[in-house]
């Protein structure tokens, strides 16, 4: 059990319910709240120095993010990242959402948008040199949905969003395998120059090649 008295902040009474989901959602990422940690509301609100109400509308929002499942008697637990539920669930829903997307977006980015991209892969790069993890997946979830925002499917937006806590979840839980953190920013690159090379089929397959090789069976 995770000890709660050394992992989570004093909150300041502005945006209490945000604050309270901020804090849990990286400590549940990070790894400091472990999958099978029981989170009581009152023990929360204590450590948090905060009333139960924001704390119990934060653990909502983090349930509703697939992050905790609630219990009786006021109990939630934190809940883990399955193989099974990668192979079979994220990583299909991921191909699904981005296939689209990307193939819409590559006719609508600009200039600006390439560099933007450009300049995330290389943030990616510094990250992964200074094995900096938690920036790394910042900036890994960042370019997926620069990509996915500029594509103009609200909808694929909406629904990216609402597994994008898992997503960052599973990266947190399996880049320590990953014998070189800066490969993550060479694969971004190649999904960059697919994006300005304008080759659907490329970019298709660059893409799938990317989900898989990291969230896939092959990358776990």
């Known amino acids: 059990m995770a000890d709660l008295s050394t992992d989570l902040p004093i909150l300041e009474p502005a945006s209490l319910r945000r ?62 990242v399955s ?64 990509v996915i925002e500029r594509s103009g499917q609200p909808h694929c937006l909406q629904i990216w969003r609402s597994i994008e806590p898992r997503v960052r979840a599973y990266f947190r839980r399996d880049a320590p395998a990953h014998p070189r953190a800066d490969e993550l920013a060479d694969e971004h690159q190649e999904l960059l120059q697919a994006l300005q090379a304008g080759d659907e089929a490329e970019l298709m397959d660059t893409l799938t090649r990317h989900i898989h090789h990291y969230f896939g069976p092959a990358g776990a």
């Open 19 to 80: 604050r309270a989901s901020d804090a849990l959602r990286s400590a549940i990422i990070e790894g400091r709240l472990r999958p099978g940690d029981r989170l009581k509301e009152v023990e929360l609100a204590a450590q948090l120095g905060i009333s139960r109400a924001p704390v119990r509308e934060a653990l909502r929002q983090l349930e509703h993010e697939g992050l905790v499942a609630s219990l009786p008697y006021r109990t939630t637990e934190v809940l883990g």
């Open 83 to 146: 193989q099974e539920e990668i192979a079979e669930v994220l990583v299909p829903i991921r191909l699904t959402i981005e296939s689209f997307a990307f193939r819409k977006a590559m006719a609508l980015l600009t200039e600006h948008d390439f560099a933007a991209l450009g300049q995330i892969v290389e943030r990616m790069r510094a990250a992964g040199e200074r094995g900096d993890l938690e920036a790394l997946a910042e900036d890994d979830v960042r370019f997926h949905e620069l």
